[in-house]
């Protein structure tokens, strides 16, 4: 049955404690109550050994502890101890490192704990898993070229922020690469079996440690450069040639370039979407341009030099007497290069004709070769 003790007291941990203190005080009073240090008074020492792992079982568990605020204590079905010789998925890992080395007590010590807590421990590993390498995110960023700038290979530099592994802590998140420690939930297993009583009988489930994801071992210290993180921001300066004749909304890939991975794996990439703004005089058909050019009636009936817009600036051409309006030329290899800079492609150009009020000099010449012609 679930007794009514202050956790609290026995870890002697303020009710607000967070999760790190509760370890260290946690570390503190086991150390402290090892029977091994109370060979005189053995059986108390046992039993405060007892309730320290009660306790901490309960607070260091976000959700037993939560129970254990709001209603004293903890209902038999939430707690790994209800009930006898349940004790066994504890902290075996906690202690040999902890007393293993600084002790001088390191042999006995699994005896002990074995007393303590029987032989239900289940430390098979075979469950437990590794720190799931992901890769990184990708980075987007656009580039907006005009559509001149296309005319060969462009240089840009590209600046941006992206995460990068934490060189102090190779990515990890644990200070120095190194600061992990078996995780106190499920003693390193990385699973969690809980005996469950209920109506029909009891049962065990066995579920996915959520405290170490299964990994079977947590960060002891947080690397201090990156907070844990395992990644820290940089701004970074990529300079990229992008190729003529790039179509609008080209896509690019750095390899690399974005986002650090996660616990070590690879970096994501930095893709590159290139826009190509419209321009006002062209449009494009590929890599042929298409332009309209208005000249004046006169001009269209007399012939003579029209001016031109290329990418390159004007070009004057001669166009001959009598050109109709609708009239399209065709300019070969001043149009775009092909992608990556092969053959260029043309400009065709249409010619509108401007029909505007006569001048009285030309109204009359107009009326005279009028008359003549239908004479
Ligand atoms: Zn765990
Ligand atoms: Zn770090």
């Not at 209603?71 to 707690?79: A, Q, W």
Request: proline share 4%; net charge positive.
């Amino acid at each position: 049955m679930a007794e009514r003790k202050d956790y609290y007291r026995i870890l002697g941990v303020d009710r607000n404690a967070t999760q790190e203190e509760i370890k260290k005080a946690y570390r503190q009073k086991v150390k402290e109550w090892h029977p091994d240090r109370h060979r005189e008074n053995k059986e108390q020492a046992e039993q405060k050994f007892k309730e320290i792992q009660e306790a901490y079982e309960v607070l260091s568990n976000p959700e037993k502890r939560k129970l254990y605020d709001n209603l004293g204590f903890v209902p038999d079905e939430s707690t790994a101890y209800a009930g006898s010789g349940q004790r066994g998925s504890s902290t075996g890992d906690i202690f040999e490192d902890f007393f293993g080395n600084g002790f001088g007590m390191g042999e006995h010590i699994s005896d002990i704990f074995d007393t303590f807590f029987g032989t239900g421990g289940g430390r098979s590993r075979s469950s437990r898993k590794n720190f799931a390498r992901e890769k990184g995110d990708d980075i987007h960023v656009a580039v907006t070229l005009k559509l001149e700038e296309i005319l060969y290979d462009v240089k840009k530099v590209i600046e941006y922020t992206r995460y990068e592994e934490c060189s102090h802590c190779n990515g990890t998140g644990a200070e120095n690469g190194n600061s992990f420690e078996t995780c106190p939930r499920c003693n390193g297993n990385g699973v969690i079996r809980e005996e469950q009583k209920s109506f029909f009988g009891s049962f065990v489930r066995t579920y996915t440690c959520p405290t170490c994801n299964g990994v079977g071992k947590i960060i002891s210290r947080r690397c201090s450069y990156c907070a844990g993180s395992g990644k820290v921001t940089k701004r970074e300066r990529i300079e990229v040639t992008i190729p003529a004749g790039v179509p609008d909304n080209y896509t690019m890939k750095v390899r690399g370039k974005g986002n650090a991975g996660k616990y070590g794996g690879p970096y994501g990439d930095l893709i590159i979407q290139v826009r190509v703004l419209p321009d006002e005089r062209f449009i494009r058909k590929g890599s042929d341009l298409e332009t309209e050019i208005s000249i004046s009636y006169l001009k269209a009936v007399l012939g003579g030099t029209i001016k031109i817009p290329t990418l390159e600036g004007y070009i004057e051409e001669k166009i001959p007497e009598g050109t109709n309006p609708g009239t399209v030329l065709r300019f070969r290899n001043i149009g775009l290069p092909e992608l990556g800079g092969g053959k260029r492609g043309d400009l065709y150009v249409r010619i509108n004709v401007i029909i505007n009020k006569p001048s009285r000099k030309e109204k009359k010449n107009s009326e005279a070769i009028t008359r003549r012609n239908t004479c």
